[in-house]
């Protein structure tokens, strides 16, 4: 299981890398997602550990619109009872 600074790194949506691309020219397609269920707010748009959505659905919700955007949405899902 990976770590991220303690947390528990769960990815929803699978992205695959073809060729030797660099790991910093993928992060440029993807946007991270974070959900932490003890999260400090409640009304977080889940662009980092401070500002995560305290729910999975929260996440969920917000993922077409970065699809439409042509990047890809990585949800990381932080410890904790869901």
Do not use: H
Not at 50 to 71: E, G, N, P, Y
């Amino acid at each position: 299981m990976s770590r991220y600074i303690g947390r528990t790194v769960c990815a929803l949506v699978a992205t695959i890398s073809i060729g030797t691309g660099s790991a910093m020219a993928q992060a440029e397609f993807e946007t991270i997602i974070r959900v932490d269920i003890n999260s400090p707010t409640t009304t977080g748009d889940g662009s980092s550990w401070s500002q995560a959505f305290d729910t999975l659905q929260k996440a969920l919700d917000v993922t077409d619109a970065i699809l439409i955007s042509r990047k890809t949405p990585v949800i990381w899902v932080a410890d904790g009872t869901y």
